[in-house]
């Protein structure tokens, strides 16, 4: 089963402007999620520690104005799916795939690859260009000062 990316969630400004982001509960303080329906009925859920820590983070990106997608570490992504995360094109994505840098598998014709894998990957690339952002400055720096 594969998870459905086509949408980041995002609060609008309006969202963000009329209300103040929720307080961070101290170690001693829970979170509660109250649920309320349209016949007027209301449900509460106390949420364990994690679970608190996990909706925590989410609104702390929400509110600074960043996008969220939630998906299960065990998600499978189509190349399309895998694009959106790693901020590249779908032809870039299968280009590494057959190139055996990011792992998948077919279903029928279809990739798949678990989204774990597109998260390592992604690590794996940020940092290579890091070390390529620094080697370019540091030629720059070699040809501006020092006349190579």
Same mark, same amino acid.
């Given at each position: 089963?594969?998870?459905?990316?086509?949408?980041?969630?995002?609060?609008?400004?309006?969202?963000?402007?009329?209300? !103040?982001?929720?307080? =961070?509960?101290?170690?001693?303080?829970?979170?509660?999620? %109250? +649920? &309320? @329906?349209? *016949?007027?009925?209301?449900?509460?859920?106390?949420?364990?520690?994690?679970?608190?820590?996990?909706?925590?983070?989410?609104?702390?990106?929400?509110?600074?104005?960043?996008?969220?997608?939630?998906?299960?570490?065990?998600?499978?992504?189509? !190349?399309?799916?895998? =694009?959106?995360?790693?901020?590249?094109?779908?032809?870039? %994505? +299968? &280009? @590494?795939? *057959?190139?055996?840098?990011?792992?998948?598998?077919?279903?029928?014709?279809?990739?798949?690859?678990?989204?774990?894998?597109?998260?390592?990957?992604?690590?794996?690339?940020?940092?290579?260009?890091?070390?390529?952002?620094?080697?370019?400055?540091?030629?720059?720096?070699?040809?501006?000062?020092?006349?190579?």
């Amino acid at each position: 089963m594969t998870a459905n990316l086509l949408e980041y969630v995002m609060l609008p400004e309006a969202a963000r402007a009329g209300a !103040p982001a929720p307080p =961070a509960p101290s170690d001693d303080e829970r979170i509660e999620v %109250v +649920v &309320r @329906r349209g *016949d007027g009925t209301a449900e509460a859920l106390t949420l364990p520690p994690e679970a608190a820590r996990a909706v925590r983070a989410v609104l702390d990106r929400l509110y600074a104005g960043g996008k969220v997608a939630v998906l299960g570490e065990d998600a499978e992504l189509t !190349p399309n799916e895998a =694009a959106q995360v790693l901020g590249m094109s779908r032809p870039l %994505v +299968v &280009r @590494r795939m *057959d190139a055996g840098d990011l792992p998948f598998r077919h279903v029928g014709s279809h990739r798949r690859c678990r989204l774990s894998d597109v998260l390592a990957f992604k690590v794996k690339a940020d940092d290579q260009q890091r070390v390529l952002d620094a080697l370019a400055a540091d030629t720059e720096d070699l040809m501006e000062n020092h006349g190579l």
